[in-house]
């Protein structure tokens, strides 16, 4: 018995030892919770809340238009598909447009004709919050990805001192040319240094300091850029879903600025927030703007001889889905050519080689003549003689930009038709 007391004894003295194995771990797990709890701001509900707010307020606060696919892609194909009328760009007839995307707003707008509340200002908004609320927990999850590999300190420094611009785009293979072409080198040169701005010195320094197991997000961006870069045709749109990674290494070098960090800090803040303010509230708010003009019609009795005719480059403006009536509208057309003819000139390109005989050959009877007319000011005087042979009266201006080139000018104008809309 003593032998065996003797021999079960180490077994007696190992027990405790599990014992504090235990222990420990739990300090571990109690102090990951400790983390977690270390602010309010790094909770996952106040910190989706402040994120769906920040998102929000932007939301409201951008009153401009950037680039046309923004509708034509997106509400105006889920226009279509609730309420059996708007338009199908080029591409979708050639099929090379997924409905996975435009099928969120038609789920929206579909919920709001069974409420019965398709207003179409719920129309525009409903949809904007929605992909606000997408943004928002985008913006979270980048943040949580940062808190796991670094700390709450590195992840503060990354969804708070930018404004994600999470956009998803289709590449138009090699008809993109047909849009503009630019050197292989661009968006190294311009493209990825323009969608940084400021944030570019931080971004090169986080890459020097940041650790190896930063490497894969380094090569994800340098990957993305690289395939796009062999695309002929290029748009700075195309690559901002590389931003949140981007902003890894900013964050990065902003926590191991220390003493400067504050100074960075309200740098990059003051550096973001003067244009983000110009660019949503003032550059480009015509396209916008001119459709609450157009909106109007739909709320007379004249909707049914109303024609419209959007006299700019083509998707210039929001379509069916920023009007929500079955208004005849058309627009200048510029789908690229998919026969293979090289002597190909879209409509939009014959338009603006010859605007005056292009409209005296169009509507050569003032039956066909459209009651309104929406263009441009730089079209303004050479169409002046149409405009006044065929009683047109200017109606409205509308600010576009202080920035006009080319085809786009400052302002845009509505004009009506004398002879039948004089109550409109």
């Known amino acids: 018995m003593e032998a065996a007391g003797g021999m079960l004894a180490p077994a007696r003295a190992r027990r405790p030892e599990a014992v504090r194995l235990r222990k420990r771990r739990s300090v571990l797990y109690s102090g990951a919770a400790a983390q977690r709890s270390a602010g309010p701001a790094g909770r996952p509900a106040p910190l989706l809340t402040l994120a769906v707010a920040l998102r929000a307020l932007n939301c409201a606060l951008v009153q401009t238009s950037f680039v046309p696919d923004e509708y034509w892609q997106s509400l105006e194909v889920a226009h279509r598909m609730v309420f059996n ?45 929605a992909q606000a609320v997408l943004a928002a927990f985008a913006d979270v999850k980048l943040y949580s990805l940062v808190r796991h590999l670094e700390n709450a300190e590195t992840a503060k420094c990354v969804w708070v001192l930018v404004q994600l611009n999470f956009v998803k785009f289709n590449v138009l293979q090699n008809l993109g040319t047909f849009y503009g072409s630019h050197p292989w080198h661009w968006y190294f040169t311009q493209g990825l240094p323009v969608i940084l701005g400021t944030h570019l010195p931080f971004f090169i320094h986080g890459c020097v300091l940041a650790p190896k197991r930063y490497r894969i997000f380094l090569l994800a961006v340098i990957w993305t850029v690289l395939v796009y870069s062999m695309l002929s045709h290029k748009e700075f749109r195309f690559i901002y879903p590389v931003l949140p990674f981007c902003m890894v290494f900013c964050g990065y070098s902003l926590k191991h600025l220390k003493s400067w960090k504050k100074s960075a800090a309200s740098f990059l803040l003051l550096s973001n927030l003067l244009p983000a303010l110009y660019t949503g509230l003032i550059h480009q708010r015509g396209s916008l703007d001119v459709m609450s003009h157009v909106q109007q019609l739909c709320n007379n009795s004249y909707q049914s001889q109303a024609f419209v005719f959007f006299m700019m480059p083509c998707h210039s403006t929001p379509f069916y889905s920023h009007v929500h009536c079955p208004l005849k509208m058309r627009f200048l057309q510029c789908p690229p050519d998919l026969t293979g003819n090289e002597s190909y000139i879209d409509e939009a390109d014959l338009f603006y080689s010859n605007p005056l005989g292009w409209l005296n050959k169009e509507f050569y009877k003032d039956t066909l003549l459209p009651s309104h007319l929406i263009f441009f000011s730089v079209l303004e005087q050479e169409i002046s003689s149409f405009l006044v042979l065929r009683g047109y009266e200017k109606t409205a201006t509308v600010f576009h930009t202080h920035v006009p080139q080319g085809r786009v000018g400052s302002h845009i104008y509505v004009y009506r038709k004398k002879t039948e809309m004089n109550h409109t």
């Not at 919920?111 to 919050?129: E, H, N, Y």
């Open 85 to 129: 009328y708007g338009y199908l760009t080029w591409e979708w007839a050639s099929g090379i447009r997924g409905y996975s995307y435009p099928l969120i707003f038609a789920s929206i707008y579909k919920t709001l004709q069974l409420l019965a509340r398709d207003d179409v200002q719920l129309l525009i908004w409903v949809p904007r919050l």
